[in-house]
């Protein structure tokens, strides 16, 4: 068994430590794991016959911006561009519905789904951009 994983997390057999002690979070990506952990900076992923550790710079509890700025970045950077894209897309698809003549309603409804559709992909675009280049420059 590797000790340390792809994303430089140390890796402990549950034959080591079989039970944690702490509460369980939903702060963080589970990345398949059963259930997650956090104890300060201290996060603990919970799989089948390990846990996965490893510690962030900021705690997520004590500063949520923070954590996403410094150890987090790709969901921030995957939200905005969500939140840009979307609303440019919905804004366009709105007044061109308008000028089509419908009316306000249908023109929203319009709007809101093609901003969704647009944000979502251009925020999992993103994100999974800032992630790669996450990896490789740890």
Same mark, same amino acid.
């Given at each position: 068994?590797?000790?340390? *994983?792809? *994303?430089?997390?140390?890796? =402990?057999?549950k034959a080591v430590r079989p039970v944690v002690g702490i509460k ?21 992923? &919970?799989? &089948? ?45 709105? &007044? ?16 809101? =789904? ?25």
């Amino acid at each position: 068994m590797e000790f340390v *994983d792809n *994303d430089g997390n140390i890796i =402990v057999p549950k034959a080591v430590r079989p039970v944690v002690g702490i509460k369980e979070t939903v702060l963080g990506s589970k990345k398949g794991a059963a259930k997650q952990y956090r104890y300060g900076n201290l996060h603990i992923r &919970d799989y &089948d016959t390990h846990y996965s550790v490893h510690l962030d710079r900021v705690d997520p509890m004590k500063n949520p911006i923070g954590h996403l700025l410094v150890d987090a970045p790709e969901y921030l950077a995957g939200a905005a561009a969500a939140i840009i894209v979307g609303r440019r897309v919905g804004g366009a698809v709105y &007044d061109k519905r308008k000028i089509e003549g419908k009316s306000s309603s249908n023109a929203a409804i319009d709007a809101v =789904v093609a901003g969704y559709i647009a944000g979502s992909s251009a925020g999992s675009i993103v994100f999974n951009a800032a992630s790669s280049m996450k990896k490789r420059s740890n």
